[in-house]
């Protein structure tokens, strides 16, 4: 998998329309800070075209990134966020349902969630919305470089539990840091272009 070119494209905020693309994408979901711009920039093989921050609540636009001039990967913002205002946060909710269910090129919704915790109750929402709604979820679980080797599988397993996932389900630990699990990411979306 060869990244030749990649671009922030269009930039969707809560009164834009969303655009109507033709070529697949792959949306990134999670709580706010659990690392989806990061994942997005390892992808691209970019290190701050997504922005990043250590400060919760950083992306607040839908950001469609134009990868090989082939298909989009799309940045979500956070939920989860509890500096922002009540309406605010419905209308986000909204905006993003509203994303996530009218894309007729979405192919996957990547759900994100941080290996060292357990799946919140808006983790387990977004799940079961995901399925709901006939995408096959894929679970990150990121800043897997945080935990040391013999921690992992206790920390997987709880993720798995907590979500109530199938056995045969994916659950990709992916580090920012190292960028282990990004073959297995490039794979899932070779599959599906
Ligand atoms: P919002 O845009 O606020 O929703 O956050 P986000 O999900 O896009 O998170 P972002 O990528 O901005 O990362 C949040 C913080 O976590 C940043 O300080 C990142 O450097 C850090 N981070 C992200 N991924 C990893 C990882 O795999 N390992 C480590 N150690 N830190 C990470
Ligand atoms: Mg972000």
Not at 93 to 112: A, C, D, P, Q, W
Not at 158 to 171: F, G, K, S, V, Y
Request: with cysteine.
């Amino acid at each position: 998998f060869k990244i030749k070119n990649a671009e922030l494209e269009i930039v969707c905020g809560i009164t834009s329309k969303l655009p109507n693309n033709t070529q697949p994408e792959f949306a990134f979901a999670g709580k706010s800070n659990v690392g989806k711009s990061s994942l997005i920039n390892g992808l691209m093989n970019r290190k701050n075209l997504a922005r990043t921050s250590s400060e919760p609540g950083k992306t607040q636009t839908i950001n469609f990134y134009h990868v090989n001039s082939e298909f989009y990967l799309v940045d979500l913002p956070g939920y989860g966020y509890a500096k922002r205002a009540k309406g605010e946060v419905e209308k986000w909710g909204k905006m993003i349902e509203n994303y996530l269910h009218t894309s007729r090129v979405l192919k996957n919704v990547f759900l994100l969630i941080d290996i060292r915790h357990e799946p919140s109750a808006n983790d387990i929402q977004m799940y079961e919305w995901i399925v709901h709604q006939g995408f096959e979820p894929i679970i990150i679980a990121t800043k897997a470089d945080k935990l040391n080797k013999s921690q992992l599988p206790k920390a997987i397993k709880l993720i798995r539990q907590t979500l109530n996932m199938p056995a045969d389900e994916l659950l990709i630990p992916y580090s920012a840091v190292t960028k282990k699990g990004r073959e297995e990411i490039y794979d899932i979306i070779n599959e599906r272009l």
